[in-house]
């Protein structure tokens, strides 16, 4: 089926089944499919899609963008970056008096100060500010979830991994994953509350798992929104 509303228009398949409510499922391409009970009229099948239209489309053109992949960042006035789990335009600044380049965070906005109008001197100078960001973030969350273990880690690292967003060595050293200060604080506790229980249990077995979910009972949704947001986290 095909409804237009707001200017937008969506294909959705309705499949009506022996249940008492009606629900909107999209899966990993884009495709819609409404669940409901069975007699339910088109009218109220459409209604439930224009009560959650913005929501839909959000998820739909989030879905299609995943599936075509990151497109190539460009540094200029407007284009948007990920921080703390939501984008944000970024705004660029040059000055000659720059002894090193930096990134402020104000009013909503990544304002870039550089000395010379370069793609990679932005490039670089958000980096730096996400390792520095990373860096703070995970040692409030280690301070903060400390009490819940009888080891301490022996040092934190940030890196520019390609394969893991975080990891403990025997000798207890954490290292993380520069590109986590682009996701929200709850799923930056999430990795961090993942390595530190690997002081105790290196391994992922079944006690590992448990002190996880015994310190974050809801940790499967931040394992979630890292599986289907990590592809758009990048500069």
């Known amino acids: ?3 237009t509303y707001l200017g937008e228009t969506i294909r959705f398949e309705v499949k009506y089944k022996n249940r008492t409510s009606t629900s909107i499922a999209i899966d990993h391409y884009g495709n819609i499919e409404v669940s409901a ?3 339910t009229p088109d009218d109220r099948v459409l209604q439930l899609l224009e009560d959650k239209w913005a929501l839909i489309l959000e998820k739909v053109n989030e879905t299609k963008e995943r599936t ?22 970024i705004q660029i600044v040059q000055d000659g008096t720059n002894n090193q ?11 870039i100060y550089v000395k010379q109008l370069e793609d990679d001197k932005v490039k670089q100078a ?15 969350s280690i301070k903060f979830y400390q ?5 301490k880690p022996r040092g934190v690292r940030i890196n520019d991994s390609s ?21 929200p604080i709850e799923v930056i506790d999430y990795v961090v509350v993942h390595e530190m229980c690997h002081m105790v249990h290196l391994n992922h077995d079944r006690s590992f798992w448990r002190l996880v ?16 947001s990590s592809w758009k986290m990048t500069v």
């Open 1 to 3: 089926m095909i409804h």
């Open 37 to 39: 009970p069975k007699g």
């Open 68 to 89: 075509l992949g990151q497109q190539k960042k460009v540094y200029d006035h407007g284009e948007t970056f990920l921080y703390l789990g939501k984008t944000y335009p």
């Open 101 to 111: 380049d930096y990134v402020l965070f104000e009013e909503e906005k990544l304002y």
């Open 126 to 140: 958000l980096k730096r500010f996400y390792y520095q960001q990373c860096k703070a973030l995970v040692e409030r």
């Open 147 to 151: 009490p819940n273990f009888k080891v």
């Open 163 to 183: 394969t893991t967003w975080g990891t403990c060595d025997s000798n207890l050293q954490l290292t993380f994953n520069w590109k986590l200060a682009m996701a």
């Open 213 to 228: 979910g015994k310190i974050m009972p809801d940790y499967k949704e931040k394992e979630s929104w890292l599986a289907l």
